[in-house]
Structure formats: structure tokens, C-alpha cells
T-cell receptor, first 110, second 115 residues
Framework: DAKTTQPPSMDCAEGRAANLPCNHS???????VYWYRQIHSQGPQYIIH???NNETNEMASLIITEDRKSSTLILPHATLRDTAVYYC???????????FGTGTRLTIIP | DADVTQTPRNRITKTGKRIMLECSQT?????MYWYRQDPGLGLQLIYY???????NKGEISDGYSVSRQAQAKFSLSLESAIPNQTALYFC??????????????FGEGSRLTVL
């Protein structure tokens, strides 16, 4: 799997956009980037994934740089319920086993 | 009701005891996984199964065994529990229809404490 690097923690004010960065400089051309989050001790929840185009769904947007060496997950209007650990994952192509690192602990400040 | 159900949700046991954690799912997925999470750390893959006859070791399978009794059921066993197996355990499933989408569906977790 491509090594991913995320800041250990971030704060964001409620109502603002939360931008969570992830570096994956060793990613190969056909490897996707996946984002999950884990609220407290619940099971992780899938958020979004992408290959090279920007992606958006009802939860978030994913911006992948043109060279694919980094990406940013954007929560457009953060709420207190978005406080969680966010994981960026880039498994090898064809690897259907996801490995979760330590992620970024995002705290939404009222 | 949850699509992926784990039992028990909490268990305290003693060193040397045999423990089974059970996972059942109603999503109709063929792929099932067991993960372990230690406090403050990410998730480590213990075992995974892509169909009833397919069982594979993950990163940290030593000290664990699994059984895939049916498409919907995947059990994790600790034959002789030890304190460093104290952790939060998660079961997950993924859809086998079409290309892998990377979307795993997790259960609510089973917290195991080994004294």
C-alpha cells in the first residue's frame, strides 16, 4: 500500500469548512484514495474515494492534486458531530484489504 | 437493526480462557473481515474471508482463529486469551458484486478485556 501521512490532530470551528490533508507521494497511477472516519469508538464509516478526479458526495468533497501525491478531504460546513478520527488510505491496486493507520483526530470547536 | 451485528459487545475474561466473538450480517456480502484496534491506534486486520470457502490471514493472525459458518456469519476465536489481546474488535463486510469499491461496512465493535 502507498504510505499515507496525515497530521495527528486538527481543530476547526463549527460552521467552517474542515480541510483534512493527506500525503501519499508513493501512490501508483491506478491506486485509489479512500477516506473513512471513526466517531469515538464506533466502527469506521466510509466517506468517499477517488482516483484522480475530484469527487463530491453528500458527506464531503475529495480534492486530489494533479500529480496525485496528496489529497484533501473537505467537510464544507463542519458540525460538532463531525468530531472524529479521519483515515486516509491508499491500498495497492487489487488489494481488497484496507489498512487503517492512526489518522487525524478532528475536533470541531463550538 | 444493524446490518452488521457483533456479539458480545463487551466481554471480560481471564487469561487462558477460550473466547469467541461472533459476527452476522444481513447485507448479503460475501467478503467479511475481522479487525483489532488498540487504544489510540489504527485498525489492524486479523483475518478476512472472500467467500465461505476462502479464509486468509491478515497482519496479526497469531493467537486467533476464525470460522466462516455461512455467508452471513464469521466468528473470531481466541483459543487461550492473553492480556495483550485486550482490545476493541470490529467485524466488517464489503460487497463482492462488481469491482471493489473500497466501502467496508463495520459492526459496532466488541470490547474485550483479558485479565
Amino acid at each position: 500500500d502507498a504510505k499515507t501521512t496525515q497530521p495527528p490532530s486538527m481543530d476547526c470551528a463549527e460552521g467552517r469548512a474542515a480541510n483534512l490533508p493527506c500525503n501519499h507521494s508513493t501512490i501508483s497511477g491506478n491506486e485509489y484514495v479512500y477516506w473513512y472516519r471513526q466517531i469515538h469508538s464506533q466502527g469506521p464509516q466510509y466517506i468517499i474515494h477517488g482516483l484522480k478526479n475530484n469527487e463530491t458526495n453528500e458527506m464531503a468533497s475529495l480534492i486530489i492534486t494533479e500529480d496525485r501525491k496528496s489529497s484533501t478531504l473537505i467537510l464544507p460546513h463542519a458540525t460538532l458531530r463531525d468530531t472524529a478520527v479521519y483515515y486516509c488510505i491508499a491500498p495497492n491496486f487489487g488489494n481488497e484489504k484496507l489498512t487503517f493507520g492512526t489518522g487525524t483526530r478532528l475536533t470541531i470547536i463550538p | 437493526d444493524a446490518d452488521v451485528t457483533q456479539t458480545p459487545r463487551n466481554r471480560i475474561t481471564k487469561t487462558g480462557k477460550r473466547i469467541m466473538l461472533e459476527c452476522s450480517q444481513t447485507k448479503g456480502h460475501d467478503r467479511m473481515y475481522w479487525y483489532r484496534q488498540d487504544p489510540g491506534l489504527g485498525l489492524q486486520l486479523i483475518y478476512y474471508s472472500f467467500d465461505v470457502k476462502d479464509i486468509n490471514k491478515g497482519e496479526i493472525s497469531d493467537g486467533y482463529s476464525v470460522s466462516r459458518q455461512a455467508q452471513a456469519k464469521f466468528s473470531l476465536s481466541l483459543e487461550s486469551a492473553i492480556p495483550n489481546q485486550t482490545a476493541l474488535y470490529f467485524c466488517a463486510t464489503s460487497d463482492n458484486r462488481g469491482p471493489f469499491t473500497g466501502e467496508l461496512f463495520f459492526g459496532e465493535g466488541s470490547r474485550l478485556t483479558v485479565l
